[in-house]
């Protein structure tokens, strides 16, 4: 792992609790999102606010972080392509470990700590990744405008809710013939002769 930069906004100093257990350090930070949280339909945009309310206490193991992010998110509705915006408060818990203790428990093969650590570099922990894997899996999978959205019309691609009684009269193809007949048409093949 390289060295953390204290100066970025997403790196937390833990200092002041390492290797005392109990103790305690509330924080609160607003930082800007270093490029787009979330997935293709709904993100955070680069560059918006991301308030984080941070709470980091010293355990044997290491320093565990837990807290809870607030922002907005904006995408596309998946029925209409309106504009959507989602208000975020999603919570995260982390413990970054000692890398002294993450050796040990991979030597004496704690199947738990087999997972990706999170170590602290020195005395500094980046909440970066952790924070976006929160917002990821909180964002929903298919945002809508409203829950009724009706959605855009299958044949033209018109906004349902601007017209509800919007429909097309459709034939199958198959049926075209019956259609004609009773419309009082002869069939193609009649008409050829």
Not at 139 to 156: A, H, I, K, N, T
Not at 159 to 178: C, E, G, Y
Request: aromatic letters at 4%; a negative charge.
């Amino acid at each position: 792992m390289h060295a953390q930069d204290a100066a970025r906004p997403w790196v937390f100093d833990t200092r002041e609790l390492i290797r005392r257990p109990g103790t305690m350090k509330t924080l609160s930070r607003v930082v800007s999102a270093p490029d787009r949280i979330g997935t293709d339909v709904i993100a955070i945009e680069a560059g918006q606010p991301v308030e984080l309310e941070v709470r980091l206490e010293s355990v044997v193991e290491g320093v565990l972080a837990s807290g809870s992010v607030s922002a907005t998110a904006t995408g596309m509705c998946v029925r209409c392509l309106d504009p959507v915006e989602e208000d975020l408060d999603v919570t995260f818990q982390e413990l970054f470990a000692y890398p002294d203790r993450a050796a040990h428990h991979r030597e004496v093969g704690d199947a738990e700590e087999q997972d990706e650590d999170h170590l602290l570099d020195g005395d500094l922990m980046d909440l970066e990744s952790v924070v976006r894997d929160a917002v990821v899996t909180a964002l929903p999978f298919q945002p809508v405008c409203r829950d009724d959205c009706p959605g855009l019309c299958s044949e033209c691609g018109a906004r349902l809710a601007d017209d509800l009684d919007h429909q097309h009269d459709l034939i199958d193809p198959r049926w075209s013939v019956l259609s004609e007949l009773a419309q009082g048409a002869a069939p193609d093949d009649e008409k050829r002769n």
